[in-house]
């Protein structure tokens, strides 16, 4: 079996003992029947009924869901459990040349409740299986939540964002403290743990102010985009922002009531 991505130590553990207990589950089950080969096959289901189960002896399928090929299963894999049993699941296609031999469902099922050491099989083989897709979900998911964050450091009257540029990152301000400046007059104060330079990130527009830092600084720059999949994935991060840019407003707006005084 091939998941996507990075391949990660637990995945690899888990589908080789799975394509073990495979070995020991078939152990003394007849397949002297020969292989059939299919190509180019968008629903192998569509081909044969759905109390059959599969064994890739050459080739591969793959587990597929609006065309996108999400899960590979190459020679020893035992496949079709899902639709066996009428259970809702994504297609299995054959994009290119695959071997398989069929299985009848209630045979397999038979053979595996005749003997107890098979039933053990069975069910390691069941939770190394649920096993292996939590850690793949896991793994997708902290890749597509986890934003690709740099930090670095400022020192007093470095620019931070300068008036003008093209938004690329959203900030945050780990510690110390800067000034925001718009067309040379100072109109705010930046604070640790404050997020600054997302507005521009939102509306598509340049940046409309600069931020300097006043103190030493400490500063995580998240990339524009890994911040929208932040947001989108951690509710609690957008009410920090929009908590911050509220203050930020209310501060603004009590600095030009000061000036019209």
């Known amino acids: 079996m091939y998941l996507p991505g990075k391949p990660h130590d637990a995945i690899e553990i888990l589908s080789a ?82 071997e398989v031999k069929l299985i009848d469902r209630d045979d397999f099922l038979r053979h595996i409740y005749s003997d107890k050491r098979r039933q053990h099989y069975w069910s390691h083989y069941l939770l190394c299986q649920n096993a292996m897709m939590m850690n793949h979900v896991a793994q997708l998911t902290q890749e597509q939540t986890r934003p690709a964050a740099g930090f670095q450091n400022c020192q007093p009257g470095e620019v931070i964002i300068k008036e003008g540029d093209e938004a690329e990152h959203v900030y945050t301000i780990i510690s110390g403290e800067a000034d925001v400046f718009a067309d040379g007059v100072k109109v705010g104060e930046i604070g640790a ?13 340049k940046r409309s102010a600069t931020v300097q830092a006043r103190t030493p600084c400490t500063i995580m720059a998240v990339p524009q985009a890994d911040f929208v999949h932040l947001i989108e994935a951690q509710p609690k991060a957008a009410v920090n922002l929009i908590d911050n840019l509220a203050r930020r407003i209310v501060a603004m707006n009590q600095q030009l009531i000061d000036q019209q005084k």
């Open 193 to 205: 743990d404050e997020v600054f330079g997302a507005m521009a990130v939102f509306t598509g527009e």
């Open 17 to 98: 003992r799975m394509q073990q207990l495979t070995k020991g589950l078939l152990e003394g089950f007849p397949m002297d029947q020969e292989p059939l080969s299919l190509e180019g096959i968008d629903d192998i289901y569509q081909h044969f009924d759905k109390d059959k189960i599969f064994l890739i002896t050459d080739g591969m399928l793959h587990l597929s869901h609006n065309g996108e090929n999400i899960v590979s299963f190459d020679e020893g894999d035992l496949i079709g459990f899902a639709q066996a049993f009428d259970l809702p699941f994504p297609v299995l296609r054959a994009d290119e040349f695959v």
